[in-house]
């Protein structure tokens, strides 16, 4: 099955810095990457997802990256507020079968 | 549109006991899964529906879990014995099929 590996565990940045996750992938037949945000004692919340057909997707302050040969996807958050502080998973899916597999999840605290 | 719906929200039991949380997706969704969300680590896959018959059931400990989705519509997620390492949020997501999971509130589960 797929295996999500996402670093770092833990990540601080003052407000108004930039913050960024990386997961890796490796089953190369996955193509469709989520990224979930989930506040403290609430559900995950898609917050931007790509496809393997890109390589980059932007949403105003959200952006993600793709490199398919090297298995890599990462979340960039830019101008970072203290409402951006919760945890943020990845995940991977194919479209065959539509498993999803999360990575182990980044806490991000955004100090004012 | 109403979301993904889950009970209880929170049980607590002692171990040995059983255990039943129960899941409504959002209607037309077709794909049901059951993921098991321990303290600090991502979401793990226990069970995928497609209508009501299941998909990938590889992670699932079929020697006290056991989880049914009669009728394609609602599904419930049984533990019996429940043991300490159970203590987990179970999360109930749906899916149209071809990408973005919802996730529901979940269920918290605490064994003493």
């Known amino acids: 099955g797929e295996n999500v590996e996402q670093h770092p565990s833990t990540l601080s940045v003052q407000e108004g810095d930039s913050a960024v996750i990386k997961c890796t992938y490796s089953?190369?037949?996955?193509?469709?990457f989520p990224w979930y945000k989930q506040e403290l004692g609430k559900r995950p919340q898609l917050i931007i997802d790509i496809r393997s057909n890109v390589g980059e997707k932007k949403d105003q302050r959200i952006a993600v990256t793709l490199n398919k040969t090297a298995k890599h996807f990462s979340l960039h958050i830019t101008e970072t507020q203290p409402e951006d502080s919760a945890v943020y998973f990845c995940a991977a899916s194919k479209a065959t079968g539509n498993q999803f597999y999360f990575g182990t999840g980044t806490s991000l605290t955004v100090i004012p | 549109e109403a979301g993904v719906a889950q009970s209880p929200r929170y049980k607590i039991i002692e171990k040995r006991q059983s255990v039943a949380f129960w899941c409504n997706p959002i209607?037309?969704?077709?794909?049901l899964y059951w993921y098991q969300q321990i303290l600090g680590q991502g979401p793990k896959l226990l069970i995928q529906?497609?209508?009501?018959?299941?998909?990938?059931d590889s992670q699932l400990p079929k020697d006290r879990f056991s989880a049914e989705r009669l009728k394609g519509v609602d599904s419930t997620l049984k533990i019996q014995p429940a043991k300490l390492e159970d203590s987990a949020v179970y999360l109930c997501?749906?899916?149209?099929?071809?990408?973005?999971?919802?996730f529901g509130e979940g269920s918290r589960l605490t064994v003493l």
């Open positions: 997501a749906s899916s149209i099929g071809t990408g973005e999971l919802f």
């Open positions: 089953d190369s037949a996955s193509n469709y």
């Open positions: 209607s037309g969704h077709a794909t």
């Open positions: 529906f497609q209508n009501n018959g299941v998909v990938d």
